[in-house]
């Protein structure tokens, strides 16, 4: 069973020098027939909603996360008719209306034991913004951090392929670009003056989670 959009967030580089670790956290899409514990992986944190899910995955611990919090329905509609949903400009007004989400999802990767995957559907949206924050977070310089997510954008391609579906990745390359911009500007501009560690503490993420997760991902 292939993989999908999945890897290692080790080896990336640092602000001041150095990588990541490896072998600590990875991001995937949804890994269904993959065995994880061969790949390193001993956590699963999922971010989609309960009506996403299938069979759990077998030998490894599993954390629920609903990261969208689906029944707030007016804060996606509003999203929907902004033109804004499924592209990575609904990021910012994301993360101003769901400190409690993100925090949510923050305190079960640094709850978990290294080897922790956290997985969406194709791992682009919900998976690319938590990758964003923890990259951040960790110091990680932010072109590599816009490489990461703009990854995904070809990883999917032969995936969507595959099966028959349409690739979202052109479409909104093309709404980007009637805003005068791309996907990886987006990534850069949301970085921006952006304080992660700042932004957890007030989401209600532990000081001592945040301090676990730099020491994890900056102890190559």
């Known amino acids: 069973m292939e993989w999908v959009n999945a890897r290692d967030l080790g080896g990336l580089p ?3 020098g150095g990588v990541t670790a490896s072998g600590v956290y990875f991001r995937s899409a949804d890994p269904i027939g993959v065995a994880l514990p061969g790949a390193g992986v ?19 611990e599993l954390v629920c996360v609903d990261f969208d919090d ?3 329905e007016a804060f996606w509609a509003e999203l929907r008719a902004s033109g804004l949903f ?3 400009l609904y990021y910012r007004p994301f993360l101003d209306a769901k400190g409690a989400q993100v925090a949510a999802v923050f305190r079960a990767l640094a709850a978990a034991e290294p080897g922790v995957l956290f997985h969406c559907a194709i791992g682009r949206d919900r998976t690319g913004l938590v990758a964003i924050l923890l990259l951040s977070l960790a110091g990680v310089e932010p072109q ?3 490489d990461d997510y703009a990854r995904s954008t070809e990883e999917l391609r032969p995936h969507f392929a595959a099966q028959g579906r349409d690739d979202h990745g052109p479409y909104i390359a093309d709404l980007l670009a009637g805003r005068g911009t791309t996907t990886r500007q987006v ?3 949301l970085l921006d003056g952006f304080d992660a560690r700042a932004y957890l503490l007030a989401a209600g993420v532990p000081e001592t989670d945040l301090d676990t997760l730099v020491n994890r991902l ?3």
């Open 144 to 146: 590599a951090i816009a």
């Open 187 to 189: 990534v850069l501009d």
């Open 70 to 72: 689906w029944p707030d």
């Open 218 to 220: 900056t102890s190559a």
């Open 14 to 16: 640092l602000v001041g």
């Open 86 to 88: 499924g592209t990575p």
């Open 42 to 60: 001993r956590t699963v944190v999922d971010l989609r909603a309960d009506h996403e899910r299938g069979e759990p995955p077998e030998g490894v």
